[in-house]
């Protein structure tokens, strides 16, 4: 695969998560102390205490909408920085994600995945 040598996957903990996100590879692997987390679940556990600001439409984005999520707490924002910024990963097989540090935006593929988030 092209660019894999400039690939960083590095197992980072936070809020009993741990993630590997790579902005080369587009990816997120969700890991606890029993091995993989089902994507969901772990973006619940992440995120679920964060309120919908509103969605926009996906110009740039793997969706044609997005939703946009604001990390007001110093604790939101310490979770969003385990993530590359300004990068769209693969957080599902239906759902991307981005932030810019203090948003985190979820761009589902499949809408029935919204529900499943609590959005």
Known sequence: MVGMERCVHELRQVAGIGVVACGECQTVDWWDTRGLVEPTAALQRLFGDLELEGTL?????????????????????????????????????????????????????DRNLVSKLGA
């Open 57 to 109: 439409p996906g110009l740039a984005a793997p969706a044609p909408e997005v939703l946009v999520y604001r990390a007001d707490a110093r604790k939101a924002r310490r979770v969003l920085d385990v993530f590359p910024k300004r990068v769209w990963l693969r957080a599902h097989p239906g759902l991307w994600m981005s932030h810019d540090g203090e948003r985190l935006l979820l761009a589902p593929v």
